[in-house]
């Protein structure tokens, strides 16, 4: 896999005191650039990798015959983010919204898929991701094949994975879009997605993240 980013978790600290991010340590992104797992075709959780690393770490050598993408630093910036109207429509029940979305999606406006953004409302190119997260994560967790035509999930199978309550508990972790500058595309010109639980936030469980690509 590659490595698409690290972030130091004492800078973000700075900008966002209180926010749900540990306060130290370096977290860092790896994705495999040239095998991209695609959403609803092969969800595939060893093709991407969140590390946490608590303590100090040395910068090693790129090994032989492999190839990088361009060095950028990066500077962290506050922001407002509020949901699309294409959120999952759990999201809008789990806040309680009665107003129509479209009214939410103008009050944000657009943005290109180019936007990095670390946490917040993501910026969607097509549907939301909670219910995907959900569902995909609990098919390859639970062993449970989504092509397979034995699979055969009852009406309360689906229930059970579309629960709006677990689905979503689901918070934006890091957004990447494609980026010329850093050599970087993502299906069509996309974006990656990490997700993770807000229960598996608060305990620090990195390992349980879930991946998403749109474009």
């Known amino acids: 896999m590659d490595l698409l980013a690290q972030l130091d978790l004492s800078e973000v600290a ?4 209180d926010g749900p991010l540990p306060d130290h340590g370096l977290l ?29 770490v040395q910068p090693l050598s790129t090994p032989e015959g492999w190839e990088t993408f361009p060095g950028r630093r990066i500077r962290f910036e ?41 946490m917040g409302w993501p910026h969607l190119l097509q549907g939301g991701m909670t219910t995907t997260c959900q569902r995909e994560s609990a098919f390859v967790r639970d062993g449970l094949d989504r092509f397979s035509p034995e699979r055969g ?35 069509d010109g996309g974006g990656l997605y990490f997700w993770i639980r807000a229960d598996d936030l608060a305990a620090e469980r990195f390992d349980r993240v879930w991946m998403v690509m749109q474009c």
């Open 14 to 17: 700075g900008v966002w005191p």
């Open 28 to 56: 860092t992104f790896f994705y495999d650039t040239e095998d991209q797992p695609w959403t609803y075709v092969s969800p595939n959780p060893d093709k991407w990798r969140v590390w946490w690393e608590r303590g100090e």
């Open 78 to 118: 506050p922001a407002m983010t509020l949901p699309r109207a294409t959120e999952d429509d759990c999201v809008f029940q789990s806040l309680g919204l009665t107003a129509e979305l479209s009214a939410v999606d103008d009050a944000i406006g657009g943005g290109g898929p180019a936007f990095h953004q670390l």
């Open 153 to 187: 999930l009852s009406g309360q199978n689906w229930d059970e994975l579309d629960d709006a309550t677990r689905a979503a508990d689901w918070r934006l972790l890091l957004q990447l879009g494609s980026d010329a500058e850093g050599g970087w595309c993502w299906g």
